[in-house]
């Protein structure tokens, strides 16, 4: 059975609200966290609490190739992931109805991060 410091969460949009905390809570119970944001340095709070379990990336969830190297970067620092938190997302308080047109893409964009070990 794999100890706490071995178990590794992948949290997309950690640098505020749920993913902050989410992080906290996984930081404080001993996993590794790997934290992403826009903005790699308002994760510059998270990677002080536990700089040795703590991987900070830029990860910008509507371009691919962010995402990819954000998986790789995990991968090579841990291991594996073996906790993926999309938290990333923005807010509007249009309903989405009135704010899409009609038969225009949706604002989000699936990621697909494979077979993550």
Same mark, same amino acid.
């Given at each position: 059975?794999?100890?706490?410091?071995?178990?590794?969460?992948?949290?997309?949009?950690?640098?505020?609200?749920?993913?902050?905390?989410?992080?906290?809570?996984?930081?404080?119970?001993?996993? *590794?966290?790997? #934290? =992403? $944001?826009? %903005? +790699?340095?308002?994760?510059?709070?998270?990677?002080?609490?536990?700089?040795? @379990?703590?991987?900070?990336?830029?990860?910008?969830?509507?371009?691919?190739?962010?995402?990819?190297?954000?998986?790789?970067?995990?991968?090579?620092?841990?291991?594996?992931?073996?906790?993926?938190? *999309?938290?990333? #997302? =923005? $807010?509007? %308080? +249009?309903?989405?109805?009135?704010?899409?047109?009609?038969?225009?893409?949706? @604002?989000?964009?699936?990621?697909?991060?494979?077979?993550?070990?």
């Amino acid at each position: 059975m794999p100890t706490n410091s071995s178990i590794t969460w992948f949290i997309t949009g950690a640098s505020s609200g749920f993913g902050m905390a989410l992080a906290r809570y996984a930081l404080g119970r001993g996993y *590794n966290v790997v #934290a =992403t $944001a826009r %903005s +790699v340095a308002k994760l510059a709070a998270l990677t002080v609490l536990a700089p040795q @379990r703590v991987l900070a990336l830029k990860l910008d969830v509507t371009v691919p190739t962010d995402a990819t190297q954000a998986v790789n970067a995990a991968i090579a620092r841990f291991g594996r992931i073996d906790v993926l938190i *999309n938290n990333a #997302a =923005t $807010a509007s %308080s +249009v309903p989405s109805r009135r704010r899409q047109k009609p038969n225009s893409a949706p @604002r989000w964009t699936p990621i697909s991060l494979g077979h993550c070990r």
